[in-house]
Nanobody
Framework: QVQLVESGGGSVQVGGSLRLSCAAS????????MAWFRQVPGKEREWVGY????????NYDKAVKGRFTISQDRAKNTITLVMDSLKPEDTAMYYC????????????????WGQGTQVTVSS
């Protein structure tokens, strides 16, 4: 079992920045895929990006590429999502996920999830 705890959400104005963290504990490995997803009420959970913890390689959805950055602190088993140039459409509940089997951009592939942290971008 892997436990994931997100932190760092909040409210920010358009163009601002926020930093989210996801701390992993339990049966973690040094070679895991960990991802960020987001969801607004009434819509499906959508993929934001992932990091492969063995190499630090990342990949992002086109909607956030160039604005969002995922990094890791391997010593703390933590990944971070830095969100810059935030837009109102980035408003959502953000979730951390780990251990996919299959499509790395599909929420249904991930076995472990955090509880989520709310991000609100206002104009």
């Amino acid at each position: 079992q892997v436990q994931l705890v997100e932190s760092g959400g909040g409210s920010v104005q358009v163009g601002g920045s926020l930093r989210l963290s996801c701390a992993a504990s339990g049966s973690t490995r040094r070679d895991m895929y960990m991802a960020w997803f987001r969801q607004v009420p009434g819509k499906e959970r959508e993929w934001v990006g992932y990091i492969y913890t063995a190499t630090g390689v990342t990949n992002y959805d086109k909607a956030v590429k160039g604005r969002f950055t995922i990094s890791q602190d391997r010593a703390k088993n933590t990944i971070t999502l830095v969100m810059d140039s935030l837009k109102p459409e980035d408003t959502a509940m953000y979730y951390c996920a780990a251990e996919p089997s299959g499509n790395l951009a599909s929420a249904g592939a991930y076995k472990y999830w955090g509880q989520g942290t709310q991000v609100t971008v206002s104009s």
